[in-house]
């Protein structure tokens, strides 16, 4: 299943409370696996990426990410790092 995460949060996201909404919301879907679609993204902070990636380590579905900008790609990717060594 797919998910546009830039309409359904907004283009900047901020707050790691939206992370974990979203992660939360994907957990009581009955599916297994979720494409993350990051096309209308143009900022995150590290706040979001951080919950983000907690929330998705802790999460029993499979949760992939698509069309991340450059901008973006930094940022998720210091976060993955940060909580998954």
Known sequence: M????????????ESGDDAIELIGILNKIPK??????FKEVMFVTMNF???Y???KYESDKRISEI???DE????????????NP
């Open 2 to 13: 797919m998910i546009n995460l830039g309409a359904e949060f907004g283009s900047h996201l």
């Open 32 to 37: 297994d696996e979720f494409i993350i679609d």
């Open 67 to 69: 069309n991340l900008s």
């Open 49 to 51: 990426a951080q919950a």
């Open 72 to 83: 973006v790609t930094v940022v998720m990717g210091a976060a993955d790092e940060a909580c």
């Open 53 to 55: 990636y907690t929330a």
